[in-house]
């Protein structure tokens, strides 16, 4: 199981960027998938899911991004992006995706933990400039 993140880079204060995460060695379209974020000093946090089962759950977002980050799939692809507009210097972090058991199917609360993420891609690193 692999999964790459790319896209990062360097922004001003208002830009976007799309993050992509090519995944490879299990089949993406049953699994739940999320993007987390560690900024320098923090925790890491939750910041978009995408579920597998297409349900109440199906799309979380933290509401420190909520109306300006997308995130989507394309199964076909085994490829999930985070579509980043009107980004802010907070947003600032290295970001990750990761993906959960396939017995996890929703992004509910424990769905989404990052404590039951199983794979994880190397980060990418997103700056905003003021």
């Known amino acids: 199981v692999q999964l790459q993140a790319s896209g990062g880079g360097l922004v001003q204060s208002g830009g976007s960027l799309r993050l992509s995460c090519a995944t490879s060695g299990f089949t993406l379209e049953y699994h739940v998938i999320a993007w987390f974020r560690q900024a320098p000093g923090k925790e890491r946090e939750g910041v978009a899911c995408?579920?597998?089962?297409?349900?109440?759950?199906?799309?979380y977002y933290a509401d420190s991004v909520k109306g300006r980050f997308t995130i989507s799939r394309d199964n076909s692809k085994n490829t999930v992006y985070l579509q980043m507009n009107s980004l802010k210097p907070e947003d600032t972090a290295v970001y990750y995706c990761a993906t959960a058991p396939g017995f996890v199917t929703s992004c509910t609360v424990r769905g989404r933990d990052e404590r039951g993420m199983d794979y994880w891609g190397k980060g990418t690193q997103v700056t905003v400039s003021s």
């Open positions: 995408s579920s597998s089962d297409g349900s109440d759950g199906s799309i």
